[in-house]
């Protein structure tokens, strides 16, 4: 729901103008005309969603605006003695209610970021594996992949048809259980000394 990049002005306007007008439109039913333009709790939830949806400058626009209704408003010194500390936390609260709100937009857009990056690089990645299997299938050696665990992930088809067994069975095939016993022991210990090693290695048996 929060847009990546900030919308048009025009778009922009009109979310604002709205929200501002639905905190104005409560105060109105709650409080009357005289005292609908002046200063309400029910402006922050509308810097909130300003800012969400349009970014931090219209949210402190929207804080202006909220501002400029209450000093026109009959009403807006009502209470002499009070006016300028109650516009004043006024003022400093919409502007931490603003600054939330930015933060948090910004988070929520590095999220939806990372998140688009991550499925743009799987799928590039999926595309590699995509061209490797077709390169590997086209070449007549045997070629089989291996993860870390031991566990066969991919068989070529010429490796498939040498064994003559169909896909999965090439893959949980294991060729050690056809070894000759005497080398066995030998196999195994430069096997696991040639993955240990990360490096090129081959392994000779009967």
């Known amino acids: 729901l929060i847009p990546r990049r900030s919308p048009g002005f025009l778009a922009s306007l009109g979310i604002s103008v709205a929200a501002l007008g639905a905190a104005v439109a409560v105060r109105l039913l ?20 300003v800012t969400l949806a349009s970014g931090a400058r219209w949210g402190w626009l929207a804080l202006a605006a909220a501002v400029g209704l209450h000093l026109i408003s009959p009403s807006a010194f009502a209470v002499s003695g009070d006016a ?37 690089a799987q799928r ?4 590699t594996e995509d061209r490797f299997r077709a390169l590997a299938d086209s070449a007549p050696i045997l ?29 949980d095939f294991d060729w050690r259980n056809v070894l ?5 022991a030998r196999v195994l210990r430069e096997q ?8 090129l290695f081959t392994l000779e048996a009967r």
Do not use: C, K
Not at 32 to 48: N, Q, W
Not at 124 to 127: E, L
Not at 143 to 171: K, S
Not at 180 to 184: A, E, T, V
């Open 180 to 184: 000759h016993p005497d080398d066995m």
């Open 84 to 120: 300028a500390m109650l516009l004043g936390l006024f003022v400093l609260s919409g502007g931490v209610t603003v600054l939330v709100a930015a933060g948090f937009r910004e988070s929520l857009v590095q999220l939806d970021e990372a998140s688009r990056a991550q499925a743009a």
């Open 143 to 171: 070629m089989w992949v291996t993860r870390t665990d031991g566990r066969r992930e991919f068989a070529n088809r010429a490796y498939v048809e040498f064994l003559g067994v169909g896909y999965q069975a090439a893959i």
């Open 124 to 127: 590039a990645v999926a595309a």
């Open 192 to 199: 696991a000394e040639g993955e240990a090693s990360r490096a």
């Open 30 to 49: 709650v409080l009357g005309f005289d005292r609908g333009l002046g200063l309400s709790v029910t402006y922050f939830p509308a810097l909130i969603v």
